[in-house]
């Protein structure tokens, strides 16, 4: 890379490091996102950028991995000697001890860069996502929720929130010590402590920052960069990291004007693809139906278990095809609000989302589309390594779904294409069809 990186980040998942990406490149620093560790030549190809993301799947993965994989991880964000090193969770903050654990991410990053502490920012109004003395809140519809009672995140099938005390939720993943800042009249008030739980020599407390307006997240901004010296550079929290960095850096006249990105144009069709048990997305669809696309539902038991597995890609497959010959757009879906009914037997999870990432990376090819989209965090980082992309740049930005771009596609061996990867809560009801028609904000 030439010139000094603002910032490099690992996601922990595809769709919030494509958030992270829409962020950057909207307030002026141009992005890459690699899907895994790329060689010298394809870093040399994007040289231009002054960021560098990494999208990842911790999220959905147990310590143990990641006390196996985020160590070679972190040692090459720290090679690329950007500003700042961002390990960036959901603005939901979603998580358990068993499974994408944000406290042992924090251990093994803060040993990476040899550092004491870090800063944890979390709340992102442009997300509607909320922090105040160290309290959680996320929207759901026209209404703000405290975590542990959002209609969704409370209930999530795999991570549920049952405690909206960020600082006593990382207590359960970690033993690292943490305070809690709340910045007011745009200074940060005395903290609220947590102390570690084991005993022994008090070590210094990493800092939770409430970011709640505008005013906190200019303070919040204003707070790290201005003791990026003291703190170092390994941070984390949500895309709230960069809406508040890029206040200060902008502030500090440090970032050229945003590019204009070209007009969406419209497609004729598009495929979607969708793993995401989200109510949101579930009314995604049905708006997606009566604007004539063809729902194909997918038998989710089949993905997970993979019995009866051919047979059912064989079948939607069939379907969706038929479809794009008549000049509709198919959206895959393995749910519509709810979650399959369980089954007997070891259930392989990450093969529901590599199996529609394969469904759609035939459509695409097959039918020569130049648009698709996923559905789902965790679907979408499966999905996304069965398409053949080592890299993605923003395409354009979509200001009234914050948090799902739709970004072009690089691929190793193929031509570009246009893909937008959409976390379950996120987007209007006409998300889809507007994706299709290019019609996002008008």
């Not at 407390?205 to 960069?225: K, P």
């Not at 941070?235 to 502030?251: D, M, N, P």
């Not at 937008?420 to 290019?438: H, M, N, V």
């Amino acid at each position: 890379m030439t010139g000094a990186l603002f910032i490099s980040y690992y996601g922990d998942d595809f769709t919030g490091s494509t958030d992270v990406m829409e962020a950057l490149t909207t307030g002026g620093i141009e992005t890459v996102l690699f899907t895994s560790i790329p060689d010298k030549k394809q870093l040399a190809r994007f040289k231009h950028c002054r960021a560098v993301g990494l999208a990842g799947i911790s999220r959905s993965q147990a310590p143990g991995w990641m006390s196996e994989t985020l160590p070679a991880i972190f040692s090459w964000l720290k090679s690329l000697d950007a500003r700042f090193c961002h390990y960036k969770t959901c603005s939901t903050f979603d998580s358990s001890p068993e499974k994408g654990s944000i406290g042992r991410a924090l251990e093994i990053g803060l040993e990476t860069f040899s550092q004491r502490r870090t800063v944890v920012v979390v709340g992102a109004p442009q997300l509607r996502r909320y922090t105040f003395f160290g309290t959680l809140f996320a929207a759901y519809g026209e209404q703000v929720y405290r975590i542990d009672r959002h209609p969704v995140m409370s209930r999530h099938p795999a991570t549920p929130m049952h405690e909206a005390d960020l600082i006593e939720h990382l207590s359960l993943q970690t033993d690292l010590p943490f305070e809690c800042l709340t910045p007011l009249d745009g200074s940060i008030a005395a903290p609220r402590t947590h102390q570690a739980r084991e005993t022994g020599q008090a070590r210094t407390a990493s800092r939770l920052i409430d970011v709640y307006d505008s005013l906190s997240q200019a303070a919040a901004g204003g707070h790290i960069e201005d003791n990026r010296q003291d703190l170092g550079p390994f941070i984390a929290g949500s895309s709230g990291v960069e809406y508040a960095l890029l206040r200060r850096w902008r502030e500090l006249d440090l970032l050229p004007p945003p590019a204009v990105s070209r007009p969406l144009a419209a497609r004729s069709r598009i495929a979607v693809v969708s793993g995401s048990c989200s109510p949101t997305t579930a009314r995604q669809i049905e708006t997606a139906e009566k604007r004539g696309f063809e729902g194909v539902p997918v038998n989710f038991n089949a993905l997970a278990t993979g019995d009866g597995l051919q047979q059912e890609t064989d079948r939607v497959l069939q379907i969706a095809s038929t479809a794009l010959e008549a000049g509709q757009s198919p959206v895959l879906y393995t749910a519509k609000g709810k979650a399959a009914a369980p089954v007997s037997g070891p259930l392989n999870l990450d093969g529901v989302g590599k199996t529609l990432g394969r469904l759609l990376a035939t459509l695409k090819d097959r039918h020569h589309l130049e648009r698709v989209a996923v559905a789902g965090g965790d679907t979408s980082s499966h999905a996304l390594a069965e398409l053949d992309v080592f890299a993605l740049t923003l395409r354009q930005a979509i200001p009234t779904t914050p948090g799902s771009p739709v970004c072009t596609a690089h691929t190793r061996d193929g031509p570009e294409f246009e893909i937008a990867l959409k976390g379950g809560q996120i987007g209007t009801d006409t998300y889809f069809a507007d994706l299709r028609d290019g019609t996002f904000g008008t």
